[in-house]
């Protein structure tokens, strides 16, 4: 399971999550090293291998999936798959492919580091703080008790939004750009439908990350059956390879919303819960995957001991 691709530069001037990336260099490093360790399938040909029950214990399969749909996948990824012939899936949040719309919780984290570089000093610092309390206070709740006054506020204040609906939560970003004096991001970061259509020429399918990119948990039922059925509509009429396979946003998922997900014609499911899957999976709506990101797999031997259980991630 990967997010985002990037070079040293960019991550150097963004504000990106450790967790949800790996450098260029070391993408192309790991896809060598599947390519020559694994049988790498697309996930069509996992599917049929289930469906068939043809499967061979000595084969070591492996596929490879990205959330979120980043335009870095397209600049990045994608010619390092094409070039050594590796298919992949890119599971995409429908209502952000071609658009200018950035994820809030990188609106926030674009936020604090911004807000951070614009002055200098302790004084300034205590500024931020301030204007971050305020407006957290008045969104209610516990949100701002306890926020670490460090680089790790960004990942805290993230985690602690995620089981906000999601129009509370843009509230609060609007809040915080608007009392930092701090502009919203804008400029595309996911890819548009013409790179998708590309890709899909080039060995790459496409699966449903949900419309909206809500936190299934969070919303109704009826929701959650609109963000199924519409995200799958939507992409089994853009042309492209699609698969049907669904990825929660987050990972989160309860009994009800997975029974949803194949009611609707899924034949699978993805969450983010670190595991292996064999012949026989006990639940193809809560599908196990290995998270890579470069803070604890940047070396093949990490990457090693990562894909064989042996490395947690670091929290």
């Not at 390092?80 to 949040?93: D, M």
Request: glycine share 8%.
């Amino acid at each position: 399971m990967y997010h985002r691709v990037l070079t040293r530069e960019e991550v150097a001037c963004q504000a990106v999550q450790p967790g949800m990336y790996v450098l260029d260099t070391v993408f192309a490093q790991q896809m060598a090293f599947l390519q020559q360790t694994f049988t790498v399938l697309s996930f069509r040909q996992l599917l049929d291998l289930w469906k068939a029950g043809e499967w061979n214990e000595q084969a070591g399969y492996c596929v490879v999936t990205f959330d979120d749909g980043w335009l870095d996948n397209y600049r990045y990824a994608y010619p390092v798959l094409r070039r050594l012939g590796i298919p992949a899936t890119i599971f995409l949040p429908t209502d952000y492919v071609g658009t200018d719309q950035w994820f809030w919780p990188d609106q926030l984290a674009y936020l604090l580091r911004t807000a951070g570089s614009n002055g200098h000093g302790a004084q300034h610092g205590e500024q931020v703080k301030r204007v971050l309390l305020h407006v957290l206070g008045a969104a209610g709740g516990s949100l701002g008790k306890g926020l670490a006054h460090d680089e790790r506020v960004a990942d805290q204040l993230i985690e602690r939004c995620k089981e906000l609906p999601k129009d509370q939560i843009q509230r609060l970003v609007s809040a915080l750009a608007e009392e930092m004096g701090v502009s919203l991001p804008d400029g595309r970061v996911v890819v548009n439908w013409d790179e998708v259509r590309e890709m899909s020429t080039g060995g790459i399918s496409f699966g449903s990350h949900s419309c909206s990119h809500r936190i299934m948990t969070t919303i109704t039922p009826a929701e959650v059956s609109e963000e199924l059925a519409t995200s799958q509509q939507t992409l089994q009429q853009a042309g492209i390879e699609y698969v049907p396979v669904f990825c929660y946003p987050n990972g989160n998922s309860d009994a009800d919303i997975q029974s949803q997900a194949k009611a609707h014609g899924y034949e699978a499911a993805v969450s983010v819960q670190t595991g292996v899957e064999g012949p026989c999976p006990p639940n193809r709506f809560a599908l196990r995957r290995i998270g890579i990101h470069n803070d604890m797999t940047h070396s093949i031997p990490l990457f090693s001991l990562r894909l064989c259980g042996l490395l947690s991630p670091i929290n």
